[in-house]
């Protein structure tokens, strides 16, 4: 943790030497905007009200409903069934591309179609008392 190895510095210097290769700062930028611009379609083509925050390099969004946290427990639990591993959140990386963003947003349109027709109640009713929490800290 305070560089005692030998080898720390050298992995730091060769991080920086192929972020400045890849230029990944710019390609990270654009594919949090293309996530962004992509979910962004499918939310209005749903007609859902969507509230984002952070940057494009590490980017979250929250539907505005009294049910959000029932409604993104559902999504990430769908979401996951169909083998993509969801908060609200994404942290684009140099490994991302825009087919993989266009592959899920075809999936969380299949989900929000299927939670719209389910309905908030249902939904409240199906995820129950397993529902995520709002905040992310320790449990003991």
């Not at 083509?45 to 969507?50: R, T």
């Not at 984002?52 to 639990?77: Q, R, V």
């Not at 199906?126 to 995520?132: A, M, Q, Y």
Request: net charge neutral; proline share 1%.
């Amino acid at each position: 943790t305070f560089w005692g190895e030998r080898t720390g510095f050298v992995a730091g210097i060769k991080t920086l030497e192929i972020m400045e290769r890849e230029k990944s700062w710019l390609k990270i930028t654009k594919l949090g905007e293309y996530y962004k611009s992509k979910l962004n379609e499918t939310f209005k083509s749903h007609d859902l009200e969507v509230n984002w925050s952070g940057m494009p390099s590490l980017i979250g969004y929250s539907l505005n409903t009294n049910k959000w946290l029932h409604i993104k427990t559902f999504i990430t639990e769908e979401l996951l069934e169909m083998g993509y591993l969801h908060g609200a959140l994404f942290y684009p990386s140099i490994a991302h591309n825009e087919k993989q963003i266009d592959n899920f947003n075809l999936a969380l349109n299949l989900v929000l179609t299927k939670a719209a027709s389910l309905g908030e109640e249902e939904i409240e009713k199906l995820v129950g008392n397993t529902v995520c929490h709002s905040t992310f800290k320790r449990l003991n």
